[in-house]
């Protein structure tokens, strides 16, 4: 049984209950979660027919759901009974002061941007910003995408009708970061140390992905770059952003404008690197990164021969999720005070 479907039923109900603005509503969630048809209580059901091992761990964690969610609707009724106490003890006296409004403060992604950005500053990065529309070329095609290569398959990317350009192709709604690789490598020769941190556009929502999401993305291109000196970065930023007790370690995966490319891994920080129910073997991914392929440094406009640089990149949200344990992205954008007022 496939426990990432448990945990995102778990997100959906618990969404619910903190949306629910009735006793009503919330009678409704519980009923199509915990009643005799709900969806827990089906799990619950299969439970008998799996593996003794797959039994016990996946019998366990559906109850521990369960519970969450009797304790998330059993929370919810009391704050909207002390909300109805409260609307029914308001009177109104003209004789008292206004009041005053209250100070708002930054979002939690914008709270996150600024920390990343001072982290990278300290070690001479710049922080550049390029479109959110971009070219075909400049998102695909440059970075050793050709047109229906099956690399592009990862990104679910918006097209814009009837917009083109006979030098760099279609429009689309930028993908990923990684495009201002080649408009930074257009725009300045090296040394360059690149910081973009910017909105971009996939077709995907759940409860770890979005529409529209942050990403931040690094570029090294120097003479005599090499994977050391991306490791020594990857291991500053995570140490100053995750704490310094946090580890890292890089993969071997391949990405077609990184070569060679990796997956980077965080020690978890639940458990701290032991193993638990949420890391599984003790470690969590939050990114990729690599060396700079040498055929996107000659599209780029620079020398694969004299020069060799690094790259990374990485979802704002899911390292702000990870540094906070927040286990919803939709929470970030839902304008739901009870959760922003915690930053």
């Given at each position: 049984?496939?426990?990432?479907?448990?945990?995102?039923l778990?997100?959906?109900?618990l969404?619910?209950?903190?949306?629910?603005?009735?006793k009503?509503?919330?009678?409704?969630?519980?009923i199509?979660?915990?009643?005799r048809?709900g969806?827990?209580?089906?799990?619950?059901?299969?439970v008998?027919?799996?593996?003794?091992?797959?039994?016990?761990?996946?019998?366990?964690f559906i109850?521990?759901?369960?519970?969450v969610?009797?304790?998330?609707?059993k929370?919810?009724?009391k704050?909207?009974?002390?909300?109805?106490?409260?609307?029914?003890?308001?009177w109104?006296?003209?004789?008292?002061?206004g009041?005053?409004?209250?100070f708002?403060?930054?979002?939690?992604?914008t709270l996150?941007?600024d920390?990343?950005r001072?982290?990278?500053?300290?070690?001479?990065?710049?922080?550049v910003?390029?479109?959110e529309?971009?070219?075909?070329?400049?998102?695909?095609?440059?970075l050793?995408?050709?047109?229906?290569?099956?690399?592009?398959?990862?990104?679910?990317?918006?097209?814009?009708?009837?917009?083109?350009?006979?030098?760099?192709?279609?429009?689309?709604?930028?993908p990923?970061?990684?495009s201002?690789?080649l408009?930074?490598?257009k725009?300045?020769?090296?040394?360059?140390?690149?910081?973009?941190?910017?909105k971009?556009?996939r077709?995907q929502?759940?409860?770890s992905?979005?529409?529209?999401?942050?990403?931040?993305?690094?570029?090294?291109?120097?003479?005599?770059?090499?994977?050391?000196?991306?490791?020594?970065?990857?291991?500053?930023?995570?140490?100053?952003?995750?704490?310094?007790?946090?580890?890292?370690?890089?993969?071997?995966?391949?990405?077609?404008?990184?070569e060679?490319s990796?997956?980077?891994?965080?020690s978890?920080l639940?458990?701290?690197?032991?193993?638990?129910?949420?890391?599984?073997?003790?470690?969590?991914?939050?990114?990729?990164a690599?060396?700079?392929?040498?055929?996107?440094?000659?599209?780029g406009?620079?020398?694969p021969?004299?020069?060799?640089?690094?790259?990374?990149?990485?979802?704002?949200?899911?390292?702000?999720?990870?540094?906070?344990?927040?286990?919803d992205?939709?929470l970030?954008?839902?304008?739901d005070f009870?959760f922003?007022?915690?930053?």
């Open positions: 049984m496939d426990l990432n479907k448990i945990q995102n778990k997100n959906q109900a969404s619910n209950i903190i949306e629910a603005k009735t009503e509503e919330l009678e409704e969630i519980r199509s979660f915990l009643g048809k969806e827990i209580t089906n799990l619950l059901k299969e008998p027919k799996l593996d003794i091992e797959e039994r016990k761990e996946t019998g366990k109850n521990e759901v369960k519970k969610i009797e304790e998330g609707i929370r919810q009724i704050s909207l009974s002390k909300e109805k106490e409260k609307e029914e003890e308001k109104f006296d003209v004789s008292i002061p009041k005053k409004l209250r708002g403060h930054l979002h939690p992604l996150a941007s920390e990343i001072n982290i990278f500053r300290k070690i001479g990065f710049k922080q910003s390029y479109p529309i971009e070219w075909d070329w400049y998102a695909f095609e440059g050793n995408m050709p047109k229906n290569h099956f690399a592009r398959d990862e990104w679910e990317t918006f097209f814009i009708k009837d917009l083109k350009n006979k030098k760099y192709g279609e429009a689309v709604l930028t990923h970061t990684s201002g690789q408009r930074e490598m725009k300045n020769k090296p040394p360059i140390r690149m910081l973009n941190i910017a971009c556009y077709r929502i759940d409860a992905h979005v529409p529209m999401f942050y990403q931040f993305e690094t570029l090294v291109i120097d003479k005599g770059v090499n994977i050391t000196h991306l490791k020594g970065t990857l291991d500053y930023f995570v140490k100053e952003y995750f704490g310094k007790a946090v580890k890292t370690r890089i993969r071997p995966f391949h990405f077609q404008f990184t060679p990796f997956e980077v891994d965080i978890c639940v458990c701290g690197g032991k193993g638990c129910k949420i890391c599984k073997e003790g470690w969590l991914e939050i990114g990729g690599g060396m700079v392929h040498p055929q996107v440094l000659k599209n406009g620079v020398d021969e004299e020069y060799t640089g690094f790259a990374s990149g990485f979802g704002l949200e899911r390292v702000l999720m990870m540094k906070y344990g927040i286990d992205i939709r970030l954008f839902n304008n009870r922003l007022n915690q930053f």
